[in-house]
């Protein structure tokens, strides 16, 4: 055996070999992620990216929020309601909260189970819609009145009142329902009729919104269509608007919009669920300004629509306007109630 | 006929062996049933995962062992799906340039208007999750990925588990492998 300075040629040979193997080690470590921080890899055809329309144009954004949050404590909100005196009613985990516009508690009303919709009428009276059936309380939270249950199906999602007549929106029947004021129920409205042009609603999610706007009309959600329809409380479909688009001027996704409120002048106020955008809408349906989205109602200043599916699913925001024409989103994620007031 | 009579001897003796033998079957019936109980296989919850895109390319397997799936019971049956149309989707048809999946993995069918049944064509989908963003950001949620035994090696180190960004990936047990999504409404 050779030796050269006292160590063999093996030896040499074997230092070599653990060299190299050490040094492909580093490399292997330094170039091969295990632990995925590097990202999948895939190319971009693969990724899916609506970054772009979650940014809006600043000069369509016409409303700034206007005062402090109200934190609701629910864990899990679904409405808010606003009466003529101001008082806000947020409903959510097995009750009914009420609050001062400056965010001091009223008080509140425990219920069995999880309200789903709230409205107040003129004189007071709180309607509280269940999963499927409805619940009045007076002005003083004394309950007065517990309605029919409806079958089992049934995912009261919205109510209004006018006068004597009270309309609950049930997502999982996809019908609306009229009722008395003392719960008889009088007509249903919206189900597909081809005889009286009536398409019916297509209500992927469990969203379905109403109101009665001061044309004396019915306005009814029809989310899978991507618009608002205009019904007569006989149930004639009179006309709609509303078209999709991801864009600024439409409603984006599957089925939006998910939640809307009519203002003093008869503009529409919608709330979308996915991109989370606040916009408004005036009383033909041509769109006219922003009052938040998603950079401002999500996460301030990113570029994230939601991160995990629980947030992306509770993104259907409820909407309430106050006297003064400010408008109160229900944070579904954060549980909280901010206010926006036009600024422009 | 007569009735043969057991001496008190022989009915001990079979008493004995009908005891153990009862034991036996006892001891191993639970071994078997702690021994399946135990196995354990590699699932990801679909409550937790981001649908980041890693499950494609992690997996030691070179066509991934994650797979869409879909829960029919959650669906809206959308017509416009945005797990199965881009976001800006010229037509709402099957036209290539129209479907979000790379892969064409998501066929379209007709069902009554305006309801469109979606599935999953698996030996296209690679688990990229591409659709589940689609459908988590807008639908239900009714698109989502799941490990499928049927291709999983079932790796002690489960490399896509190692790469996963929200621990989503955990071991289950093999009795009841998915974590399949249902509907409810509270």
């Known amino acids: 055996m050779v030796k050269l300075s006292g160590i063999t040629k093996s030896e040499v040979l074997v230092g070599l070999l653990v060299a190299v193997s050490v040094g492909i080690g580093v490399v292997a470590l330094v170039l091969f992620d295990t632990t995925g921080g590097k990202g999948s890899g895939l190319d971009k055809d693969f990724i899916y990216d609506i970054g772009d329309k979650v940014k809006i144009d600043p000069n369509l954004i016409f409303y700034t929020e206007s005062s402090v949050p109200i934190v609701t404590g629910f864990k899990k909100s679904h409405a808010i309601a606003i009466d003529a005196n101001g008082t806000i009613y947020a409903a959510g985990d097995k009750a009914v909260r009420l609050f001062e516009s400056s965010g001091n508690s009223l008080g509140e009303i425990q219920l069995d189970s999880n309200p789903r919709c709230i409205t107040v009428s003129k004189d007071g009276n709180i309607y509280i819609g269940m999963k499927n059936h409805v619940l009045v309380y007076d002005a003083n939270k004394k309950h007065l009145a517990s309605w029919p249950h409806l079958n089992s199906d049934a995912v009261l999602t919205s109510i209004a009142v006018l006068k004597n007549d009270i309309f609950v929106a049930d997502a999982g029947n996809r019908i609306v329902l009229r009722y008395d004021t003392n719960g008889k129920l009088l007509s249903r409205i919206g189900g597909k009729d081809n005889d009286r042009n009536i398409p019916g609603f297509v209500i992927p999610s469990p969203y379905f919104d109403l109101a009665i706007a001061d044309d004396g009309l019915l306005r009814v959600v029809n989310p899978g269509r991507h618009r608002i329809e205009a019904y007569t409380f006989d149930g004639d479909l009179e006309f709609w608007w509303g078209i999709y688009s991801p864009n600024i001027e439409g409603f984006c996704g599957c089925c939006n919009p998910v939640n809307f409120v009519i203002l003093e002048d008869g503009s529409f106020v919608t709330a979308e669920k996915g991109l989370v955008r606040v916009k408004v809408y005036d009383i033909d349906g041509n769109f006219t300004a922003v009052v938040a989205g998603p950079e401002q109602l999500v996460k301030s200043h990113e570029a994230e629509i939601c991160q995990i599916p629980a947030n992306c699913q509770a993104g259907g925001f409820d909407l309430a306007v106050d006297n003064k024409q400010q408008i109160l989103i229900l944070d579904t994620i954060k549980n909280v109630i901010r206010t926006f007031a036009k600024t422009r | ?186």
Not at chain 2, 155 to 166: G, K, L, Q, R, V
Request: aromatic fraction near 10%; hydrophobic fraction near 35%.
């Open chain 2, 1 to 186: 006929m007569t009735i043969e009579k057991k001496s008190r001897r022989k009915f001990l003796k079979d008493g004995l062996w009908g005891t153990c033998l009862t034991c036996l079957a006892v001891v191993a019936g639970a071994f078997a049933f702690k021994k399946r109980d135990d196995e354990k296989v590699w699932q990801l919850d679909p409550n937790k995962c981001v649908a980041c895109g890693n499950c494609a390319t992690y997996c030691v397997l070179e066509e991934s062992a994650v797979k869409c799936v879909h829960a029919y019971a959650m669906c809206g049956y959308c017509d416009l799906c945005t797990g199965f149309f881009e976001p800006e989707p010229r037509e709402l048809d099957t036209g290539a340039e129209n479907q979000l999946c790379p892969t064409g993995a998501i066929k379209r069918s007709f069902i009554e208007d305006p309801y469109y049944e979606y599935t999953i064509d698996e030996p296209l989908c690679i688990g990229c999750g591409k659709c589940v963003e689609g459908c988590v950001a807008f639908g239900n949620g009714s698109l989502f990925l799941q490990v499928r035994h049927d291709r999983c090696l079932n790796c002690n180190e489960c490399s896509i588990a190692a790469a996963c960004p929200s621990q989503a990936f955990k071991r289950v047990s093999a009795d009841e492998p998915y974590l399949i999504k249902k509907a409810g409404h509270t």
